[in-house]
């Protein structure tokens, strides 16, 4: 600090210039700036990132339920009333049913293994964690109403130039 009559050296705590005379400038207080918008924005991550984890278990959890559910329907387990959805009609090839649910098995996978990442990019402010939670958010619009919700939230969150910005000086 200089004092602004002689430009002298100053003191911390030093009331008057002791060369001149002259008071010294009153200190400015500190003003919430791109720290406490910082602090901020990490807060955000952190509860997105939550938000993510408990989705991508929710999402485990009732997709194993359906495709348990799938496989006891497409075999016949529940009962000799009902051997599937082609009881009256002409059976599809052997390999359908199974096909289909191996396909969704993988489809399970891949949505709730990108929502771990999603979950845990945010987390760890990964460079890679934006623009992946950014995908995952764009693959749960669809899956009304919680993953369009999400989806939502987290596209508000990390896209704009602003949280950009925030996102990378974390």
Not at 65 to 70: D, E, N
Request: proline fraction near 8%; charge should be positive.
């Amino acid at each position: 600090m200089f004092c602004s009559g002689c430009g002298q050296a100053l003191a911390v705590g030093q009331a008057y210039c002791p060369q001149c005379g002259r008071p010294a400038a009153v200190a400015v207080p500190p003003v919430p700036g791109l720290q406490f918008q910082i602090e901020n924005y990490a807060g955000k991550l952190k509860a997105l990132s939550v938000v993510w984890f408990i989705y991508a278990g929710l999402a485990l959890v009732t997709g194993m339920m359906g495709l348990f559910f799938a496989n006891a329907f497409l075999s016949g387990r529940f009962g000799p009333w009902m051997n599937g959805p082609w009881m009256h009609g002409p059976m599809p090839p052997m390999w359908f049913g199974p096909a289909i649910l191996h396909f969704a098995w993988v489809f399970l996978v891949i949505r709730a293994g990108l929502a771990l990442a999603a979950g845990y990019g945010l987390m760890e402010h990964a460079p890679w964690g934006r623009p992946v939670a950014i995908v995952a958010a764009i693959f749960s619009l669809l899956k009304f109403p919680f993953g369009t919700a999400l989806g939502i939230w987290t596209l508000v969150v990390l896209l704009g130039y602003r949280n950009s910005t925030l996102y990378d000086q974390l």
